[in-house]
């Protein structure tokens, strides 16, 4: 590879951009690498970067960027944010549904009971046409839960986050359907474990390790002897610690030998754990556990996976709360696919951290980059910051 910078109002046709003068995941670019289309495209690609690198010797296929991937313009219209309250209201009977139904399994298998996986099965399908009908509302859902206990919750939350990554990257409705489900059901094989081993905070012996590094192997079979489940189903239960460079288990299996839809169970599990407060480790910012999905590519997950999910969910996912260079602080309602760090937020406390009513919907991306009228996102707020559940604002 001969890399070459070229400003990318000069870029022609044909030219292959390598590398950009910034990172790709703040631009709207679906792709890290493609071939110039054609002059629209230069007009386009100049609109988010000043320069980018070019490969003189690139030889390989012709991959363009998607054409429905380009917008018009930078800016759009600020639809109403808080619509998602009604499709938020129905996420939330639909997960607290899905909840319950995985803790009588769950309990009915650690109880040595014969168990119907058709009962998840039909558990998480609100879930999934939740996320096809309105998918900010179920993703807000799920960044909101409250903390009861970690295996049901971070089960069907697993489900919500595959659900979204498996949509965007195009995956067909009954792939989705097994993802889901064996999301939900990926640690099952805990049950087989005393609460306070799970809840330990200390360091584990070598028989607990042994024990915990087990448990998928464990639950896998205690699924399959039920019957009912697609290979699929079990593969995901079986591998979803497994990891990109081979360092997971319980095979220390690695790349493309890690079944796709267990590489996206575990790459949603442990984007939901950093997130989830747990008696061993607080919860961690969205912005902050991207950040370590991002600085972990091509080592413990697969590159296009975490720069898929990260498109799918936002560098601020929807229903975070944060605070604007102004002072002010806000709730994210809607994302921006060419803006990331500027969705459209709902502003509800002033520089002073006084309500304003009514509420100020302000669609960060069309706002100005420079001036006294400036507004971004300076950080990520743990909920219940300032007094505020970002949750009344939603139901």
Known sequence: MRLVEVSASKLQPGMFIAELDRPWLETPFALQGFVVHDHDEVMYISMYVDSVYVDID??????????????????????????????FEQAKLSFESASQSLDRVFESISNGRHTDINVIKKSVQPLLDGVFKNKDAVAALVRLKEASDYRYNHGISMA????????????????????????????VGMTTLPDELIKQSNTLTTQQREAILDHPIVGSQMIN????????????????HERHDGSGYPRGLEGTTIPLLARIAGLVDTYDAMITHRPYAPARSSYEA??????????????ALVEQFVQAIGLFPTGSLVELNTGEVAIVVKQNSIRRLKPEVVVVLDRNKNRITPLDLVNLG???????????????????????SSEEFFI
């Open 160 to 187: 919500v986050w595959g659900a979204i990554l498996g949509r965007h990257i195009g995956l067909q409705r009954d792939e989705l359907e097994k993802l889901v489900v064996g999301c939900a059901m990926s640690d």
């Open 225 to 240: 002897s039920s019957g009912g489940a697609d290979i699929e189903v079990l593969a995901i239960i079986e591998n979803h």
């Open 58 to 87: 690139y030889k390989g296929s012709r991959v363009f960027l998607p054409r429905n991937k380009r917008p018009s313009n930078v800016s759009h219209p600020a639809s109403n944010g808080l619509k998602l309250k009604t499709d």
């Open 290 to 303: 991207v950040q370590e999905l991002i600085d972990a590519k091509g080592q413990l997950f697969q590159d």
């Open 366 to 388: 069309a706002s100005n980059m420079v001036g006294s009228d400036a507004r971004w996102i300076a950080r990520e707020l743990q909920a219940g910051t300032y007094g505020i």
